[in-house]
């Protein structure tokens, strides 16, 4: 009675282990006595006990945080640097055959290259051109990474930690700048201000009777603040045109 029992627990075992299952979202990379014989789809998979051995790899995409790194820019500024690192697997069986662990040998390729890329790169180059940063990274990456079957889709830097004595040069130089900007502002309204006085001053000179106009708006003026009192003169070339008599000199 034994016997049978045993036979079936070794059938099932047998079985258990020649029934593969692969995801959608897998590959499983095939080893016939050790040599590689092809990559299966996803489905139910058999395969030779014993003989064969099957290695699943994933295709999803991979987000890996690369760690802060410690970086001297191109003028002398250290900062500490992280990114993240968008990645996925295109060729299964190379990432197994080409690489031992292609998910460590990816970060630490992307941590050098990081390192590397940003020493090159000035910090103002850092700040405000982060962009052209990435895509250069993804660049490189992508095409040291070939080889090993991974595609690396892109390269985000997420945090630039710069010193303390750093942070307060750059707050003063933006206060300074700002302080520019004003200045050149009021410059600006000043110079405008004039052009338009030296305008209305040649409208004017050219035009007598908007002078007198001019004279006698002022008057009205003065005349609405009974807080003082203002001695005015009062020129007869205004009132002339209404004596009725020819001016004789």
């Known amino acids: 009675m034994i016997y049978p029992v045993i036979v079936l ?21 095939v080893f016939r006595l050790g040599r590689f014989a092809g990559v299966k789809g996803p489905g139910l998979r058999l395969i030779i006990p014993v003989v064969d051995r099957l290695m699943k790899i994933s295709l999803r995409t991979v987000a890996m945080d690369v760690a802060p790194q410690d970086v001297i820019t191109k003028d002398n500024v250290s900062v500490k640097v992280n990114a993240v690192l968008y990645f996925r697997v295109v060729s299964p069986e190379k990432s197994i055959i080409e690489v031992e662990n292609y998910l460590y040998a990816t970060s630490q390729l992307a941590q050098t290259s990081l390192r590397s890329v940003l020493g090159q790169s000035e910090l103002d180059e850092l700040l405000a051109h982060r962009e052209n940063i990435n895509r250069h990274l993804q660049e490189i990456l992508d095409r040291q990474t070939d080889p090993w079957g991974v595609k690396v889709s892109n390269v985000e830097i997420k945090h630039v930690d710069l010193p303390v004595e750093m942070q307060r040069a750059m707050a003063r130089q933006a206060e300074a700048e700002r302080e520019r900007r004003s200045k050149v502002i009021h410059a600006e309204g000043e110079f405008q201000a004039a052009q338009k006085l030296t305008d209305a001053a040649g409208i004017i000179s050219s035009q007598p009777g908007a002078l007198q106009l001019r004279y006698l708006q002022t008057l009205t003026e003065i005349a609405t603040e009974n807080s ?7 020129p007869v070339d205004l ?11």
Request: without cysteine; glycine residues 8%; proline residues 8%.
């Open 9 to 29: 627990v070794f059938l099932v075992l047998i079985l258990s282990s020649a029934v593969k299952v692969i995801y959608e979202y897998e590959r499983g990379v």
């Open 228 to 234: 003082s009192t203002v001695v005015f003169p009062f």
């Open 239 to 249: 009132v002339r045109p209404f004596l009725g008599g020819p001016h004789k000199e």
